[in-house]
Nanobody, 128 residues
């Protein structure tokens, strides 16, 4: 079992930046692929970014390319999502997720269905 706790969500103005963190506990963090997803009110959950257990695969949704950076610190059992140039449409609850699979392409890591463990989420609100 893996427990995930997100933090760092806040209310920011458009154009601002935030860094989300997701702290993991319970199993060997370095064995897990980590993903970030988000869900806005009335919308489906969508993929944001993912990093494989080795760091070899780093995948972004088109909406975040060039603005978001995912990284992990295995010594701290934490995955980060640095977000720049935030837009009102980035407003959502952001969730981190963990998976032990070994995908061989980026599409694997962007699929919410492969992730076994999810955090409770952190709210990001971007005002215009």
């Amino acid at each position: 079992q893996v427990q995930l706790v997100e933090s760092g969500g806040a209310l920011v103005q458009a154009g601002g930046s935030l860094r989300l963190s997701c702290a993991a506990s319970g199993r060997t963090f370095s064995n897990y692929n980590m993903g970030w997803f988000r869900q806005a009110p009335g919308k489906e959950r969508e993929f944001v970014a993912a990093i494989s257990w080795s760091g070899y695969y780093i995948v972004y949704a088109d909406s975040g390319k060039g603005r978001f950076t995912i990284s992990r610190d295995n010594d701290k059992n934490t995955v980060f999502l640095q977000m720049y140039s935030l837009k009102p449409e980035d407003t959502a609850v952001y969730f981190c997720a963990a998976d032990e699979g070994r995908g061989t392409n980026g599409r694997y890591y962007s699929s919410g269905g492969v992730y076994d463990y999810w955090g409770q989420g952190t709210q990001v609100t971007v005002s215009s």
